[in-house]
C-alpha cells in the first residue's frame, strides 16, 4: 500500500483543513449516516476501530454526535496521526482516542464493538490485500459488530473509466479544492490508486466474512456500506 502525498507534511495539513469534502459528496452527511447505523447496534460507550484515521475528521464527527464513544484510530502515516491529533484535540475529544502509527495487521486485537474504514481501501491493491485488511478487520470485532466501509468505486478495466476520473476531478474543482490538489489527484486515479467497482467491493465484503451488506451512501464515483461483522 502506498501512502502517496499523506507523508507529506504540508498536504496532510492540507488535508486535515478539511479537503475530504471538496472530492467526496456530502462528506459529512455521510459521517452522520454511518454515525447512526452504528449506533442502532452498539451500546452507548462504544468502542470503535477507525482504519485510516489520519487527518482526524471522521473521529470528530463520530465524538461529537456519540459524546460517550471512545476510538482506536490506525493510519500508516505519521504526519496524518500527527493532524489527527490537532483535530480532535481542537473538538474537544482527545482524551477519549488512542492513535496507533501502523496496518490494520499490527493493530489492537479488541474486540471493538465496531469499525470503520473510510476513503482507504482503495489505497490497496486487489491481490490480496484489500481481502486480507477486511479479514482484520472482521477479527477485532465482537460477533455481529456493524462495520462501515466506504470506498472510491471506479473499474479501472472498464471503458468508463476516464469518463468517470473527469467527473471526479470536476466536482472537486467545482467544490473549491486547489487545481493543483485537483491535478494530482487525477493523475493519482490512474496511476496510483486501486480502485475496484462497486460489485467487487461486495464481493470482498462477503470473501472476508461480513454479512447482512446493505448499500447506504451513494456520491458520484463513491459508495458506503454496513455490514455485520
Given at each position: 500500500m502506498t501512502t502517496c502525498d499523506y507523508a507529506n507534511e504540508e498536504f496532510a495539513a492540507r488535508y486535515a483543513a478539511d479537503g475530504p469534502a471538496q472530492f467526496v459528496p456530502g462528506y459529512y452527511v455521510m459521517h452522520q449516516m454511518a454515525a447512526q447505523l452504528i449506533s442502532e447496534s452498539t451500546p452507548d460507550e462504544a468502542e470503535i476501530l477507525i482504519l485510516g484515521a489520519?487527518?482526524?475528521?471522521?473521529?470528530?464527527?463520530?465524538?461529537?454526535?456519540?459524546?460517550?464513544?471512545?476510538?482506536?484510530?490506525?493510519?500508516?502515516?505519521?504526519?496524518?496521526?500527527?493532524?489527527?491529533?490537532?483535530?480532535?484535540?481542537?473538538?474537544?475529544?482527545?482524551?477519549?482516542?488512542?492513535?496507533?502509527?501502523?496496518?490494520?495487521?499490527?493493530?489492537?486485537?479488541?474486540?471493538f464493538d465496531a469499525a470503520t474504514c473510510l476513503l482507504t481501501l482503495h489505497f490497496m491493491k486487489d491481490n490480496g490485500e484489500k481481502l486480507n485488511a477486511l479479514i482484520d478487520i472482521k477479527k477485532r470485532l465482537k460477533e455481529g459488530s456493524p462495520f462501515i466501509l466506504v470506498d472510491l468505486c471506479m473499474d479501472r478495466a472498464c471503458g468508463d473509466f476516464e469518463h468517470y476520473r473527469n467527473r471526479y476531478s470536476t466536482f472537486a474543482l467545482n467544490s473549491g479544492a486547489a487545481r493543483e490538489d485537483v491535478e494530482r489527484t487525477h493523475v493519482r486515479l490512474k496511476e496510483v490508486l486501486h480502485t475496484v467497482s462497486p460489485a467487487r467491493n461486495e464481493e470482498l465484503l462477503r470473501e472476508a466474512g461480513f454479512s447482512g451488506i446493505e448499500l447506504f451512501y451513494a456520491g458520484?464515483?463513491?459508495?458506503?456500506?454496513?455490514?455485520?461483522g
Open positions: 489520519g487527518g482526524g475528521l471522521e473521529i470528530a464527527s463520530f465524538g461529537r454526535i456519540m459524546p460517550h464513544w471512545k476510538f482506536t484510530g490506525v493510519d500508516p502515516s505519521r504526519e496524518m496521526l500527527d493532524q489527527a491529533k490537532t483535530t480532535t484535540d481542537r473538538a474537544n475529544i482527545g482524551n477519549r482516542v488512542t492513535w496507533f502509527h501502523g496496518y490494520i495487521s499490527d493493530a489492537p486485537q479488541g474486540p458520484l464515483s463513491w459508495r458506503g456500506w454496513v455490514t455485520a
